[in-house]
């Protein structure tokens, strides 16, 4: 079984930054992806951004330029640093790590974000 922890939310002005951390821990042999997707009142989750095992990044067009996904693979940690945050990245954020064919969620943490 494997658990992911998520920390680093919280409430913060508009401008401000945030940084999002997740560790996997238990029956880990090797993480592909790692990622993080948010979920909005009333809106569906949606994919946020995306890292390899090889290191190649993908982000949504909403948050390109002012997100950076990044991971320590000794740590079994993902992280996402936000800057630039705007009262429409409010949301719950949750990790997500691929094991082999198995995806695997953390709890969320929420971000909110005042204007």
């Known amino acids: 079984q494997v658990q992911l922890v998520e920390s680093g939310g919280g409430l913060v002005q508009a401008g401000g930054s945030l940084r999002l951390s997740c560790a996997a821990s238990?029956?880990?042999?090797?993480?592909?992806?790692m990622g993080w997707y948010r979920q909005a009142p009333g809106k569906q989750r949606e994919l946020v951004a995306v890292i390899t095992r090889g290191k190649m990044t993908t982000y949504a067009n909403s948050v390109k330029g002012r997100f950076a996904i990044s991971r320590d693979d000794a740590k079994n940690t993902v992280y996402l640093q936000m800057s630039s945050l705007k009262p429409e990245d409010t949301a719950v954020y949750y990790c997500?790590?691929?094991?082999?064919?198995?995806?695997?969620w953390g709890q969320g943490t929420q971000v909110t974000v005042s204007s």
């Open positions: 238990g029956s880990i042999f090797s993480i592909n992806n």
């Open positions: 997500t790590v691929n094991i082999r064919e198995y995806a695997y």
